[in-house]
């Protein structure tokens, strides 16, 4: 939105230094420079300032509205995000978070934003993405991307293409729900093979202040694996089942559970993040206007002054002459 409205002020910047009539530009450098000056060719500078002050104004206007959007997005996020940490931290309790564990499948779940205009959120998770893939690869390793968002397909898309096994946007398009995110992690689980997925999202904890976070689910197999090996995990066999399901079958609900409630609090946590980035991108953005403004201000006063002044100078000059 930003950019287009600049690209506006710069088509409307451009025309008054545009002559509708060719004939009158050619008559206007022919003319002698007394004329020149009674048709306001020596106010062009002054013109052109008080033109770029206008359009610095409409952008500044632009940047405090979207600052304001951002504010209220963020509040409606915010809670949100807090309630939904309460889902996932059972599950790390009893499963853990286990970012060590060596595995042969790997599948790197990036959570960006559709919109810029937000800082570098989108390029740390990127980063951090790329140091994970290349972290888990190898001649007996496999490492594939998941991406959420429009920015990091778009970065991760001109070196990695190959790597990306599926791609979601637009998923905040709509205010985003459980039931929403748990089909995303139902469609992800169905088309993607795994031994662990490791989701990269920014941590939101304040407007100024979010930080870039890995969070690890392992697959139904290596986590009785670990829990047989007496590992981290080995807590697992103190509880009993109860039902005619098998240790297997509860480690798969678990893991699809576990899944589906990391993954509504990462997007929710990015989210905030993105907004809280947002406002503080867009109140640079209009405190920097300011400070343009200012500048562009100062010149057009002494401009203006330099135009009084040399008219007052040929004015007194001519008088004298007559004078004299």
């Known amino acids: 939105m930003a950019m287009a409205a600049l690209r506006r002020e710069g088509r409307r910047f451009a025309t008054p230094l545009m002559s509708a009539n060719p004939a009158n530009t050619l008559r206007s450098s022919l003319l002698p420079s007394e004329e020149q000056a009674i048709l306001g060719v020596r106010s062009i500078s002054t ?19 979207m600052k304001m959007v951002a504010a209220s997005k963020l509040r409606a996020i915010q809670t949100r995000a807090e309630n939904s940490r309460g ?30 205009l937000c800082g570098g959120i989108n390029s ?53 729900n459980y039931t929403q995110v748990s089909v995303l992690a139902d469609d992800i689980l169905k088309n993607v093979e795994f031994d662990a997925l490791r989701l990269v999202f920014n941590k939101f904890h304040s407007v100024i202040s979010f930080m870039p976070t890995t969070a690890t689910v392992l697959s139904p197999e290596v986590v009785e694996r670990e829990a ?58 209009s405190r920097n206007a300011g400070e343009m403004l200012d500048r562009l201000t100062l010149a057009y006063n002494r401009t203006r002054q330099a135009s009084i002044t040399t008219e007052l100078i040929e004015i007194i000059s001519g008088a004298s002459a007559l004078t004299g």
Not at 47 to 65: E, L, P, Y
Not at 99 to 115: E, G, I, L, Y
Not at 133 to 138: I, P, R
């Open 47 to 65: 013109q052109v300032v008080r033109n770029r002050m206008k359009s610095v104004k409409n952008i500044q206007k632009i940047t405090k509205a």
């Open 87 to 116: 889902l996932w931290q059972p599950f790390t309790a009893l499963l853990g978070d286990l970012p060590s564990v060596d595995v042969k499948k790997t599948v790197v779940v990036t959570v960006s934003s559709d919109k810029g």
């Open 124 to 176: 740390t998770s990127v980063k951090i993405s790329r140091a994970l893939h290349k972290l888990n690869s190898g001649p007996e390793k496999e490492a594939k991307y998941v991406v959420l968002g429009e920015k990091a397909k778009a970065q991760l898309v001109r070196d990695s293409k190959k790597h990306i096994e599926l791609s979601m946007t637009e998923l905040q398009k709509n205010p985003l």
């Open 228 to 285: 047989e090996s007496g590992g981290k995990l080995g807590d697992l066999d103190l509880y009993e089942i109860e039902g005619a399901e098998t240790k297997g079958e509860v480690l798969q609900n678990l893991t699809e559970f576990q899944f589906s409630c990391v993954l509504f609090n990462a997007v929710l946590e990015n989210a905030c993040s993105e907004q809280g980035a947002r406002m503080s991108a867009m109140d640079s953005s």
